[in-house]
């Protein structure tokens, strides 16, 4: 949680690449403005109380903290003006080649990627359609097929281009659900349903019509970044904060060039578009490329086992109390990551998992727990429960499991009789 200061950042900056050294040296020793100046801690100036992020990568908790690689890219890309379209379009290519798929577009979320997706395929080859949606949609194609069980709550981002869905459970209902109004076939990757990703793909194709996975919270494995596109999916997206740890209001939208082209026309920054409130700033995209960047360094495995040693820590100092048991879970295909659940007899441990939540939030230092203890289970996947604590670890800072360890047992610990 420490604030990187803007010195650090540079000197970070200088050992990435010999470009930007190169670029940055002739600042030297006059500095920039930006470089001279220190920091203002507006979070303390504002009254606000930074906290533990032990419950994941949820979007109301500002999702993730980006690495120190990450945060030193965008220091230097905030120091000079370029042309957005350029950065776009380079940015694009850049990840396009990275992420093995034809196409890219860094967009304004994953949830901007859906909206921009999908009036993609509504306008694409049609440069008048871009102009008409959401609301002028006559002679345009307005439908998108989904599972009844893959409705969620990013259905608006969708609706947003001026469709509406039909819902099919079986794949006979999907074969018989195409018409001439169809403009998109959509799935949520995490989403359970009858149809498989790859009956879903092949179907649609035989009818002409695009399809777009959501997976936007579903890397780790980092294989994923590649593996829809090359099942055929058209466009794919994934959420730029989440686990890919870029700037929280940035995504990524993959997939065939011509749909890509289609949703860079109807995007910021050109003006009189669906997308000109869905702006991506210069240091955000260089953000997000920085973190795909950094990503791509990762290994699954150290990863995982970091995680799981993280869960493990936190696991053996509360289990030490009476009726308590843990388990490490690690969801299907949303937040593929090992999750630390804690469990309990609440006539001996006298509280609810809510109850544990709420001390934690109040505490010194304040410790976020995943959203679903206590309750119902807060993304798909995970489980949840009246007397279930779930505690996500893979956003944690070096060292923060000990104290997360050390006030979820005091917390328990008071409550026990
Ligand atoms: C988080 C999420 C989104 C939205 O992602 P943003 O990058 O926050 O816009 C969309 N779909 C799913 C399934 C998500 O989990």
Not at 75 to 103: F, M, W
Request: charged share 15%.
């Amino acid at each position: 949680m420490a604030a990187i200061n803007r010195r650090e950042l540079l000197r970070n900056a200088f050992l990435i690449g010999g470009n930007v050294a190169a670029s940055s040296a002739h600042l030297e020793p006059q500095r920039s403005a930006a470089s001279q100046a220190t920091g203002v801690d507006y979070y303390q100036k504002l009254g606000i109380t930074p906290f533990i992020n032990a419950a994941g990568t949820y979007t109301v908790l500002s999702a993730s903290t980006m690495p120190p690689q990450v945060q030193a890219a965008i220091a230097v890309a905030a120091e000079h003006p370029v042309n957005l379209k350029e950065l776009l379009v380079a940015s694009g290519e850049y990840l396009a080649k990275r992420l093995h798929c034809e196409s890219a577009l860094v967009t304004c979320g994953a949830a901007a990627a859906l909206t921009l997706g999908t009036a993609a395929c509504v306008t694409v080859a049609n440069q008048n359609a871009i102009l008409g949606i959401p609301t002028d949609m006559a002679g345009l194609k307005n439908e998108v097929l989904v599972q009844r069980t893959h409705r969620y709550d990013y259905d608006h981002a969708v609706r947003n281009a001026g469709v509406r869905f039909v819902e099919v459970d079986t794949v006979d209902d999907y074969q018989r659900a195409f018409t001439d109004q169809t403009a998109m076939a959509h799935f949520f990757n995490a989403g359970e349903g009858k149809i498989s990703r790859e009956d879903w793909v092949r179907i649609a194709h035989q009818h002409g019509v695009p399809c777009f996975n959501d997976a936007a919270a579903d890397v780790p494995p980092i294989s994923n970044l590649w593996n829809y596109t090359q099942m055929g999916f058209d466009l794919v997206t994934f959420s730029g904060g989440k686990g890919l740890r870029g700037p929280q209001c940035t995504g990524l939208l993959l997939g065939r060039r011509d749909l890509i082209q289609a949703a860079s026309q109807n995007n910021s920054p050109n003006s009189n578009t669906i997308g000109r409130g869905m702006k991506v700033a210069k240091e955000e995209i260089v953000g997000l490329v920085a973190a795909v960047d950094w990503f791509l360094e990762q290994e699954d495995e150290k990863l995982q086992t970091e995680f799981q040693q993280r869960a493990e820590r936190i696991a053996a100092q509360v289990r030490m109390l009476p009726t308590v048991q843990t388990q490490i879970f690690v969801p299907p295909v949303a937040n593929r990551v090992p999750h630390l659940l804690v469990t309990y007899d609440p006539s001996h441990i006298k509280i609810t998992g809510t109850q544990v939540m709420e001390k934690m939030r109040q505490g010194n230092p304040r410790i976020e727990l995943n959203p679903g203890t206590g309750g119902p289970p807060a993304s798909a996947g995970l489980p949840g429960g009246q007397n279930t604590i779930i505690v996500g670890v893979w956003m944690l800072q070096p060292g923060e499991d000990a104290i997360v360890a050390h006030h979820l047992h005091e917390v328990l610990r008071a409550a026990a009789s």
